[in-house]
């Protein structure tokens, strides 16, 4: 009996260690650093921005270890299902399509998003007015698709790119006369550099649903309720606590969470 009680407790101890040691393992997060001011690279080759210092807070609110992974938007969400990374925090916005594929946590932030376009350029209706023109976008963004199913059969030519940046030079040498994407990001990233000066803002607002969602979410993989409910608690917990609104003020001047 002895000896039974004796491998007993010898098992409890192993499963206990083995418990212990997986809540010790970082939390392996997939990044794109090339879309400020959300994520970009300092001179010295760190990540900085918004979700880099949100996915940090988030990782000491939920105790553990944030381990940065960094990868090309669209080799994200393939990358998070052969279990190279754990989650996904990258300005993903979480729509029906991606729901598909991955899980998400509740939102984390959500701005609008617009075109940008030579200043002065006036867009009464966009779908006739950017006819034949050419609108740079992200490979696999909800912007690439909204480009897709609703500009290019009105005769936009839609050029997707890896990276937004790479949409910013080719719209600065003449060889696009348009992007769509984030408002903030192409404020921050292009409109306030020297790079943007004589572009601006055109046309509406766009706010569809259906191809931008609900607002910018962390995915995980399909299946990992435990882990999403566990960033989504953490999400209202540094919102409760402070630590949110402390990340925001230093990227942003309004509430960028949204409704």
Do not use: H
């Amino acid at each position: 009996m002895k000896k039974i009680a004796l491998l007993g407790a010898l098992a409890l101890s192993v499963l206990s260690s083995l418990a212990i040691a997986d809540d010790a393992k970082p939390l392996r997060i997939g990044i794109e650093a090339a879309y400020p001011p959300f994520a970009s690279k300092t001179p010295d080759g760190a990540i900085t921005g918004f979700d880099y210092d949100i996915g940090n807070a988030l990782c000491e609110e939920m105790k553990v270890k944030c381990q940065w992974i960094e990868q090309e938007f669209d080799g994200l969400i393939p990358a998070l299902k052969v279990r190279k990374i754990d989650a996904i925090l990258s300005s993903m916005t979480i729509t029906e399509e991606r729901k598909k594929s991955v899980d998400f946590s509740s939102k984390y932030y959500q701005t609008p998003v617009k075109l940008a376009m030579k200043a002065g350029t006036v867009l009464n209706d966009p779908l006739v007015d950017l006819k034949g023109k050419k609108v740079g976008v992200q490979r696999g963004s909800t912007y690439d698709r909204f480009a897709t199913e609703v500009f290019a059969p009105a005769g936009v030519e839609v050029v997707r790119y890896s990276s937004q940046n790479e949409v910013f030079l080719d719209l600065t040498s003449g060889r696009l006369d348009a992007t769509l994407a984030d408002a903030v990001n192409i404020d921050d990233g292009f409109l306030k550099t020297d790079a943007g000066k004589g572009f601006a803002f055109a046309g509406p607002a766009y706010t569809d649903v259906k191809y931008f969602g609900e607002g910018a979410g962390i995915a995980v993989r399909k299946g990992d309720k435990a882990l999403a409910d566990k960033i989504t608690t953490a999400i209202a917990a540094i919102r409760a606590n402070g630590k949110y609104k402390e990340v925001q003020d230093k990227y942003f001047k309004f509430d960028v969470y949204g409704e």
